[in-house]
Nanobody
Framework: QVQLVESGGGLVQQGGSLRLSCAAS????????MGWFRQAPGKEREFVAA????????YYADSVKGRFTISRDNARNTVYLQMNSLKPEDTAVYYC?????????????????WGQGTQVTVSS
C-alpha cells in the first residue's frame, strides 16, 4: 500500500493558476502509475489526468486538455498537477491515486490507493 497526501488546493479567481502536489510514501513510488481525479458536489468522481511510471505517457480529460499538466518527480516521490486558466467548473475536491504497474488508466476502479483530497475553488 502507498500513502498519498495532496496539497496545494485553495481559492483562486477565474483564469488563475494552482499547482497541486501529491506526496507518496510507503512503497517504491516509481512502481506506480498515478492519476488525478476530482469530485464536485452532487457529482460523481471524474478522471482528470494520469501519468505512467516513467512519466513518458500522459492522459487528460478533454475538459482539461491544454490547461492542465500532470508531471512527476520520482526522486521526490511526488506527482504534480499544474492547473492554468482555471474555470468555475473546475471547482471540486481533487484526489490523487496510485496504480501498480506501468501504464495509467482513466478509470477510478483501476487505482488501489487514494489520498484524502484537496479542495479547489474557482470564483467567477
Amino acid at each position: 500500500q502507498v500513502q498519498l497526501v495532496e496539497s496545494g488546493g485553495g481559492l483562486v479567481q477565474q483564469g488563475g493558476s494552482l499547482r497541486l502536489s501529491c506526496a507518496a510514501s510507503g512503497r517504491t513510488f516509481s512502481n506506480y502509475a498515478m492519476g488525478w481525479f476530482r469530485q464536485a458536489p452532487g457529482k460523481e468522481r471524474e478522471f482528470v489526468a494520469a501519468i505512467s511510471r516513467s512519466g513518458g505517457t500522459t492522459y487528460y480529460a478533454d475538459s482539461v486538455k491544454g490547461r492542465f499538466t500532470i508531471s512527476r518527480d520520482n526522486a521526490r516521490n511526488t506527482v504534480y498537477l499544474q492547473m492554468n486558466s482555471l474555470k468555475p467548473e473546475d471547482t471540486a475536491v481533487y484526489y490523487c491515486a496510485a496504480r501498480g504497474g506501468t501504464y495509467p488508466s482513466t478509470e477510478s476502479t483501476a487505482y488501489g490507493d487514494w489520498g484524502q483530497g484537496t479542495q479547489v475553488t474557482v470564483s467567477s
